[in-house]
């Protein structure tokens, strides 16, 4: 086998080339070092955007701020829909998840191929249905599946959801809907995606009163896709609603009825005293308490355990009755308050 001699050019311009070559290596190294570099997991792709995942959290708000005052139209009671939060999950993670009994409302969402879930805990539910039918609804109920007549009576509620939904995706597209098909309360007889298909899981907190319940929305990707492309920040608007002057309207005239037949709880005050807790001890029948307010003054009216009116005692028919005499001010409630201090 013959040899060919290097000459003495070639291996310079060899070596110049090798130590161009590590310097290159060395510069990206140092410029790649100075980069905020993060762990990407192959076996949990992200198939949204951090930017989508913003848009979808204004989008939802406008969901929560909607289905919210819903809420509250019908219940007649404080509620509140905050705390959102946007995760990707495979869908066997996100079924896992689910705690078993809870309300899962499948709905379809029209103009693509796939179906969604709505899912809120059975004490949620049954706390509507409770509202609904004139309870209180001060108790937390113990964690069940609702009835058949339950579900009929929390039906129109949960349809509606889907309305304020479609309602508030109106920001980015038109050619979207949400369409109700049924109710499943066990996780495992619901399949919308395959197990290993990464979904979109939206959490809320819904606080109606002093309790906090727990309502998620689970879309899988592949139903998203064309729509997840047009999500920029840019195109959702404050308001997902714009609501004509007729619609406004509409609305007060709605709260207005709602508040029209709400009671409330009037109290006339004769007078009021303070005692130490041994005459409190010592006290019997028979025994007189001397009040601080002198029998020709005006007494105090309280509404919903606030001081709002200055009236007269009397007589009316044979019961007791105050005559309004004039709402009381700011000078009222301080001297009140001096006195009894």
């Not at 599946?145 to 038109?174: N, P």
């Not at 006339?268 to 041994?278: P, Q």
Request: charged share 25%; aromatic share 8%.
């Amino acid at each position: 086998m013959a040899t060919q001699k290097l000459e003495q050019d070639i291996i310079d311009d060899f070596i110049k080339k090798a130590n161009e070559s590590k310097q290159s290596i060395d510069n990206l190294a140092v410029k790649y070092s100075k980069m905020d570099i993060t762990n990407y997991d192959f076996r949990r792709p992200n198939r949204i955007s951090k930017n989508q995942v913003r848009t979808l959290l204004s989008i939802h708000e406008n969901f929560a701020e909607l289905f919210s005052y819903h809420l509250v139209t019908k219940l007649q009671t404080t509620i509140s829909i905050n705390n959102i939060q946007v995760d990707q999950l495979f869908y066997s993670e996100y079924i896992s998840s689910v705690v078993s009994p809870s309300c899962l409302y499948v709905f379809e969402i029209a103009g693509t191929d796939g179906s969604g879930i709505l899912e809120i805990s059975s004490q949620l539910a049954l706390m509507i249905v409770e509202r609904l039918l004139g309870g209180n609804a001060e108790t937390l109920p113990n964690p069940r599946g609702i009835t058949t007549i339950e579900q009929a009576v929390i039906r129109s509620i949960m349809e509606h959801s889907f309305t304020d939904l479609k309602t508030a995706w109106k920001s980015i597209t038109d050619h979207i809907g949400f369409k109700y098909q049924r109710l499943e309360q066990e996780a495992e007889f619901v399949q919308i995606a395959p197990s290993s298909e990464i979904v979109i899981v939206i959490s809320f907190d819904v606080h109606v009163g002093q309790h906090t319940f727990l309502m998620n929305l689970c879309f899988p990707t592949f139903a998203l896709e064309e729509i997840l492309a047009k999500l920029n920040r840019q195109q959702v608007t404050t308001a997902a609603n714009p609501q004509s002057k007729k619609k406004i309207k509409e609305n007060i005239m709605t709260v207005n009825q709602q508040i029209s037949t709400t009671y409330l709880p009037v109290v006339a005050e004769l007078g009021k005293t303070a005692i130490t807790v041994t005459e409190l001890m010592e006290l019997k029948v028979g025994d007189i308490l001397k009040t601080e307010r002198r029998i020709d003054q005006e007494i105090e009216i309280i509404i919903a355990g606030k001081r709002k009116l200055a009236a007269r005692p009397g007589v009316v028919d044979g019961k007791k009755a105050a005559r309004i005499i004039r709402p009381l001010g700011p000078d009222d409630m301080y001297e009140q308050d001096v006195s009894y201090k």
